[in-house]
């Protein structure tokens, strides 16, 4: 029975491959190609082997990666005779981007690394480990691409789906007086989580944007089960011009 294919023009092949190692899955990824057929080996994530006509290893990848076209086929728990390989996805990719060309970057603001366990599993310099600290502080991603070492290491993170654009997100509160605390404002739970983990980091203050236009940076606490208000202390909301009921923009500073 012939196997179904799907084409690589309506599908992204490293998202593929990717997809497919953290999953865990095992078998054998297959495109058809005009100049053979290439082949990525998983087990258990892993990859184990990678072919494409004469090219063996990462060569293999590289080559696809530069042209990358065909039909696929994931073969189900399919193990390979001879494996040359035994690596993460991530060692594999980075190496094969580093044959590449370098383009501009998506983004040129702040940014956030998506997995820092995946980040701490790989081998980095201290130059490498320099630029995630700058990255960490929330230094714009345009004011180390001057370096071209440093370009390509941020594209290769961009291209894995490591390091993706730091976006705060806004959220539209009611003003409500509370007595619960002081010198402090409380969001709830549900917003300052998504809030930590778009700037990685427990927010310490937020910038509130009243109807005047008028923005105030005041301290901040998680609260619990408070929806869509911004509860304000006493003391702290008459430091303002805000009044309760006043709807107002938040979002971490």
Known sequence: ?????????????????????????????????????????????????????????????????RDPIGRFHFDEGVTHPDPRLNASLDEVTLEALEALPVQDLPFDGPARITSPERVQRMRWSMKELDVLKMIDAQKPVKDLVGDPDVKRMLLKLVRIGLLVPRRSRTARLVVTVTRQVRDVVLVDDLIFKRWKEDIVRHPQFVAVRGESGKVFSLPVRVGSNITTQLMIPPELLMRTSLRAGESVLVKPV
């Open 1 to 65: 029975m012939t196997k179904s294919t799907a084409s690589l023009e309506t599908f992204d092949f490293l998202e593929l491959l990717y997809l497919l190692s953290e999953q865990g899955r095992s078998g054998a990824l297959y495109v058809f190609r005009p100049d053979g057929r290439f082949e990525a080996w998983l087990e258990a994530g892993r990859v184990r082997h990678l072919q494409l006509a004469e090219d063996v290893g990462v060569a293999a990848l590289v080559r696809l990666m």
